[in-house]
């Protein structure tokens, strides 16, 4: 059983500053990407980030010059570094880890952590 375990969510004024972070845990294969999505109230989830085994990396428009993703391979754990933070970011932020094993390819889900943005 895999499990991903995510923290760092909370509440930020426009302008400021977040950090998330996603530890995956468990009988894991070969972590392929690992990335982050998010869904704000009335939305579909949308991607907003991810990065590959090889750290090539890849944003939404929304987002780019204003996240950075990475990661830690040692630890299987991706991070979302936010800054300039603006109100439409508010959503619930969804880490997605993406592996292949014995079943071949797997995705993986957070539970998922909000993030709210005040004007």
């Known amino acids: 059983q895999v499990q991903l375990v995510e923290s760092g969510g909370g509440l930020v004024q426009a302008g400021g500053s977040l950090r998330l972070s996603c530890a995956a845990a468990?009988?894991?294969?070969?972590?392929?990407?690992m990335g982050w999505h998010r869904q704000a109230p009335g939305k579909q989830r949308e991607l907003v980030a991810t990065?590959?085994?090889?750290?090539?990396?890849n944003y939404a428009d929304s987002v780019k010059g204003r996240f950075t993703i990475s990661r830690d391979n040692a630890k299987n754990t991706v991070y979302l570094q936010m800054t300039s933070l603006r109100p439409e970011d508010t959503a619930v932020y969804y880490c997605?880890?993406?592996?292949?094993?014995?079943?071949?390819?797997?995705?993986?889900w957070g539970q998922g952590t909000q993030v709210t943005v005040s004007s």
């Open positions: 990065i590959t085994a090889i750290s090539s990396t």
């Open positions: 468990g009988r894991l294969g070969s972590i392929r990407t």
């Open positions: 997605h880890v993406g592996e292949v094993g014995g079943k071949g390819w797997t995705d993986h």
